[in-house]
């Protein structure tokens, strides 16, 4: 095979290769964009447009969803405006309270705390990392050792045993994940201090007398938040995941209150006597939830190295 | 009588999405002929090459036109045809030597595979002939050679990989691209040399593309321009380079032979730096490796030094440490009677301030998300959109530029905003570590009139880093060479283009490609030039580090260091006999003088 074959093959399968990756990468990253902006917004206001109150118990005990071939007619009547009987979407619980309306109140507590959790350790892991990268290489290297140690933490059992120690509120689960991922911050951070700091600006201003700090400021950690950003949308699902998780061993937010966690460990014994709603339904909110997030994320990552 | 063509291109069209990339091209080339082909970036050469193998780039399309090869429409012909052909008629060679050679093989066996997809050979005959054609090349120990991967292999020497694999087949016509762009001048002399021997040795033609007129003016015979697709020149190399007829040449070629502006003749240096010495410690080992030794020079004010060298040779640590970018081990460096080298807190930035630095990369060396205004802006105290746009305006910018970011603009102008930026400081020196490489032709023939310009009109000095001894000649007074980290020679302008003493300075300025006619390097003796490879940085040779590749060596070289010595007329030789030969011509001349 002559050179010229090698590289016309080469770009074509290039050419080929992205043109087949784009719609479907493409679809993606908006549908996982769909899904964070309906969790942001439910977040702020899914408690207020609840059809029923999330913590007052009603009459109809374990009443299972409407059949799927009711569903249109049901839809019909909702829309057209006339008077019906009460629809409980997804059924409800033990304690009469409709899942449908608790579903939809529980981001208030779940991604509330997951965002908060991100917003806080991407604050403190972005600016640790600016450090360990800057610093004298002892330093820098002490900092990332520092780092392993809390990121090799088994992220339940630490989380379990900070919520008992800690007491069992909101504020507790935030700051338990926020520092179990900032070390992840950290060291994504870090990474990308390493490359911007021997970049060509970076001389530049400190040939104009600029100081250290500046420097690592204003030119450093604004181009090296980009991989930690992408990061974020990936951890908040996660995140999500760990707060359901906490909530469903005991660790978590308080019962009653509205929270997919608590919501499918309320639900299982109810499971094995073939009521399946009770659990089933928070389960896939809190997967199309995680798999949204995980999507933008790589949707982001995929548009920042284009 | 001209000889039937061997290529006859007609009307050759190609299209990329509408635009078009090449607009009826036609041309031929004779057998045994060395035809070039120049013009700026994106001027469609790369696309005509390709195209003359039946080969787009997706998603380009050949519009129409003919390739005649030795009579026969190459388009015409089935793909299976036309691939058979390829390699056996028609052969190309592409730039990016490693990138084009497949790492999991070794570069026999890709050598080849050529030529078992074109001739009747078994595995044997096959082996033998690729051990044979390495070692015309001139490869040192081919057998060895065709067993290695490429990444085991120099650079030169991948290159010279390609032509072997071009040539394999016996093409009649080798196109090729770019062939030498990465390589230092030295490697690309001897590949260029290697392919012109190949191509008259064979009689088949070639069609060189490339950006540097110095390459077209020493090996080409023919001449041809393109611009926007088209081709606009198509001359004899001397006549062309007599009188360029089309304005891209011109403009590319209007600084040649032009001498940059005196510098003012003033006895205190502003800058002397005295034994600058700097090692790199290996990691993982006690090694290290000495990337600057014992550099000695001045500049005076409004002068420009030249610091000349392959890579690796220590020239972009020297100007690092200038600015204290990096730290040196030893030496002093005395900047307007300041010791740089002892300052320290606000003292060191307040010095640093006066002497700045404009870098190889423009892109990187601005901010991506900071406005032009605001980079330019950082050099000044506070900022001041009026001192900024007469900045711009300085360095040949419009105030418009100033709200743009660095991407959205040309290597050029971004390399002018880097200037800008420098000279805002008000500074007295200017590093420029290779401020050109990364330009077009048309780009750089603009930052080094700027640069010309900007110091008649404010005086600072420059130190200009480059290993393009074209620009060197023409913004420096003084020259200085370096060689594995020490200057092995500095003179004026004209002593170290004119008669270099040293030898690896004789054998730089041997390979130097100057874009004029005159004396080509294709139609001049072979001289004895440098043998073997560059030595490691890590493992020096006890004397002179020269000493194993230079054809004057004496005994004492190889363990006798060489010192800098001084010669009469202000210039420095690290070279013994160099220097001593020269004192006995100087001396015979004297007395001839005297008895006359």
Known sequence: ?306 | MQPDPILSVRDLSVGFHGKTAVRAASFDVAPGEIVGLTGDSGSGKSTLGLALLGLVRQPGRILGGQVLLEGTDFLALPEAERRSRRGRQIGLIVQNPRGALSPLHTVGGQIQSVLRAHQPVDAAQSSKRAVGLLRDLGLNDPERRAGAFPHEISGGMAQRVLIAMAVGAGPRVLVADEPTSGLDVTIQAQFLDELARTARATGSAVLLMTQDLGIIANYCDRVMVMQAGAIVADGETRAFFAAPSDEYSRTVLALRHAPPPAAPSDPAPLLQVDGLTKHFPLSGSKKVLQAVDRVTFEIGRGETLGLVGESGSGKTTVGRCLLRLIEPDGGTITFDGHELTRASGKELRTLRRRVQIVFQDPLDALDPRWTVAAIVGEALDRPDPKRTAELLDLVGLGPEVARLRPRSLSAGAQQRVSIARAIAADPALIVLDEPTSALTPLARVGIVKLLRDLQARLGMSYLFISHDLNTVEQLSHRVAVMYMGQIVELGTREQVFEAPLHPYARALLAAHLAPDPAARRIDRPREAGLAGEIPSPIDLPPGCYLAGRCPDVQSACRTTPQALQHLGDGRLVRCTPAARARSVRVEMSMREQADG
């Not at chain 1, 809390?150 to 935030?174: C, E, K, Y």
Request: charged content about 15%.
């Open chain 1, 1 to 306: 095979m002559s050179g010229a074959e090698q590289l016309d093959g080469a770009l074509l399968a290039l050419d080929l290769q992205a043109h087949r990756a784009r719609p479907v990468a493409d679809l993606l990253f908006y549908l996982g964009g769909a899904v964070v902006a309906l969790s942001l917004l439910l977040m702020v206001v899914g408690p207020w447009i609840v059809p029923f109150d999330v913590g007052r118990p009603g009459d109809d005990i374990m009443q299972p969803p409407p059949a799927l071939a009711d569903v249109p007619a049901l839809l019909v009547q909702v829309l057209r405006g006339t008077p019906h009987d009460p629809i409980h979407w997804f059924g409800t619980d033990s304690a009469g309270l409709d899942i449908f309306s608790r579903v939809l109140a529980a981001p208030r507590a779940d991604v509330a705390i997951a965002v908060g959790a991100n917003a806080f350790s991407l604050v403190m892991g972005s600016l640790i990392g600016l450090f360990a990268g800057m610093a004298r290489p002892w330093v820098g290297a002490l900092t990332m050792r520092i780092s392993d140690i809390v990121q090799a933490f088994p992220v339940f059992i630490t989380g379990m045993v900070l919520v008992t120690l800690a007491g069992r509120s909101d504020l507790t689960i935030v700051v338990t994940l926020a520092l179990l991922y900032t070390p992840i911050y950290v060291r994504l951070t870090r990474s990308e201090v390493l490359t911007q700091r021997s970049r060509g600006f970076v001389d530049a201003a400190r040939a104009l007398g600029r100081s250290e700090p500046w420097i690592a400021l204003r030119h450093v950690l604004p181009n090296a938040l980009a991989p930690a950003m992408i990061q974020a949308s990936v951890t908040i699902g996660f995140a999500i995941l760990m707060t359901a998780g906490l909530s469903f061993v005991g660790a978590g937010v308080r019962p009653p209150s509205p929270e997919w966690g608590l919501m499918i460990a309320a639900g299982a014994n109810d499971i094995v006597q073939g009521d399946w709603w009770p659990s089933v339904f928070p389960g896939l909110a809190i997967s199309v939830t995680v798999f949204g997030y995980a999507a933008f994320g790589n949707g982001l990552e995929r548009r920042n190295a284009a």
